[in-house]
């Protein structure tokens, strides 16, 4: 079946613009999570949601970071006013409830000029 | 705090050797140890996971040894390929207790597998 898809898969965008950036997760996987990898920091946790439970944040690094999940399925992430240091490939994975493995979309490569 | 420790950065490996990549973890309640491979412009691809209740696991070529009193776990590939040649990430999370499987991971090697 299909895997994660992330959109857009690139984007460019002047410091102190707003960016959303798309998920959407294997069919039928309730929990999803967003990473960002950069190369400083590597591969780090941002936030998890997991059906209509409230979403663990604690890996969002300031308060200009939120998501949201819509209906279960469907997730986006949004930086308001970026920074230069907010530069990184932004990672979804999803991961089917009662099991272990999560699965990676492609990512959206971000670049903050 | 870095909860999750790499080794090494690189590693470069001849076709059909062994390539050997080890981690060792802090956080005691980690129950759940993946590696991942990674390949340029790909988001990670889930290899081969462990729980701490085996001290080996073995798919194919690859193998996971898991040492729960030293609390580390290394990833061994058997007959290493060109194509074997990605950035591999060790990761440990918990998922009992309710917890929510968030990952933390090693910050990768970078194995190149020469012809």
């Known amino acids: 079946g299909a895997g994660v898809s992330q959109s857009p898969s690139n984007k460019v965008t002047e410091k102190g613009k707003d960016v959303e950036l798309r998920c959407d997760p294997i069919?039928?996987?309730?929990?999803l999570y967003w990473y960002r990898q950069s190369l400083g920091q590597g591969l780090e946790f941002l936030i998890y949601f997991q059906g209509n439970s409230a979403p663990d944040k604690s890996g969002l690094p300031s308060d200009r970071f939120s998501a949201e999940r819509t209906g279960g399925s469907v997730s986006t992430l949004t930086i308001q006013r970026t920074q230069q240091e907010d530069s990184a490939v932004y990672l979804c994975?999803?991961?089917?409830?009662?099991?272990?493995?999560?699965?990676f979309g492609p990512g959206t490569r971000l670049t903050v000029t | 705090q870095q909860q999750v420790k790499q080794s090494p950065q690189s590693l470069i490996v001849q076709k059909g050797g062994i390539s050997i990549i080890n981690c060792a973890y802090e956080n005691t309640a980690f129950d759940y140890f993946p590696w991942y491979q990674q390949f340029p412009g790909k988001g990670p691809a889930l290899l081969i996971a462990i729980r701490p209740d085996v001290s080996e696991k073995k798919e194919g070529r690859f193998t996971i040894s898991f040492n729960k009193s030293a609390k580390q776990f290394s990833l061994h590939i058997m007959d290493s390929q060109p194509g074997d040649s990605a950035t591999y990430f060790c990761a440990a999370s918990r998922g009992s207790g309710g917890s929510n499987y968030k990952l933390t991971f090693g910050k990768g090697t970078l194995l190149t597998v020469n012809p």
């Open positions: 994975a999803s991961r089917d409830s009662g099991r272990s493995e999560q699965y």
């Open positions: 069919s039928g996987h309730t929990a």
